[in-house]
Antibody, heavy 117, light 108 residues
């Protein structure tokens, strides 16, 4: 059974850093397209970043230069390092497995990041 | 970036009603469109992709259509478990996916 379990969210001050983790089971992270998608409170979905099976990475303009997506193949885990956090980064962050780079077929339960002083 | 605009932003309907939600892209996306359902406090669930292909396990009362810039999601007979928020997503400009702002389907 495919499972994605995020962790690492919490309350952080503006300008701070946080690292989110997504532990996967039932499939191999390194063989799939893995993304982070976020949802601000009461708002819609926003794609944040993706890492391809080959290792290429892409970012939304809103986070480029501040966020870094990576994976640890030995732990079958996806990460999102978030630096220079802003109030507008406050959201539930979902780890997501992309199918054929077109849709998300599995989502984690989400982890809430709150950026506030 | 390709902008996705859904309408309406919310609607009220009764069990058994036929419901249609529209999604318009800011440029042609060649049927590179998916629909998701999200219930409060839960992750989204994939319903359809390629504009009209039903994801495995999704009830056949859900259908999709459209071409070019305009797409629709139709629920043929609304069931109690269908009250949720629906999002369209374009993947024409993959990996830079964009989503619509959502349509909340509420009980009338």
């Amino acid at each position: 059974e495919v499972q994605l379990v995020e962790s690492g969210g919490g309350l952080i001050q503006p300008g701070g850093s946080l690292r989110l983790s997504c532990a996967a089971s039932g499939f191999t992270v390194s063989s799939n397209y893995m993304s982070w998608v976020r949802q601000a409170p009461g708002k819609g979905l926003e794609w944040v970043s993706v890492i391809y099976s080959g290792g290429s990475t892409y970012y939304a303009d809103s986070v480029k230069g501040r966020f870094t997506i990576s994976r640890d193949n030995s732990k079958n885990t996806l990460y999102l390092q978030m630096n220079s956090l802003r109030a507008e980064d406050t959201a539930v962050y979902y780890c997501a497995r992309g199918r054929d780079l077109i849709v998300v077929d599995y989502w984690g339960q989400g982890t809430l990041v709150t950026v506030s002083s | 970036d390709i902008q996705m605009t859904q309408s309406p932003s919310s609607l009220s309907a009764s069990v058994g009603d036929r419901v249609t939600i529209t999604c318009r892209a800011s440029q042609g996306i060649s049927n590179s469109l998916a629909w998701y359902q999200q219930k409060p406090g839960k992750a989204p669930k994939l319903l359809l992709y390629a504009a009209s292909r039903l994801e495995s396990g999704v009830p056949s009362r859900f259908s999709g259509s459209g071409s070019g810039t305009d797409y629709t999601l139709t629920i043929s007979s609304l069931q109690p478990e269908d009250f949720a928020t629906y999002y369209c997503q374009q993947y024409y400009s993959t990996p830079r996916w964009t989503f619509g702002q959502g349509t909340k389907v509420e009980i009338k």
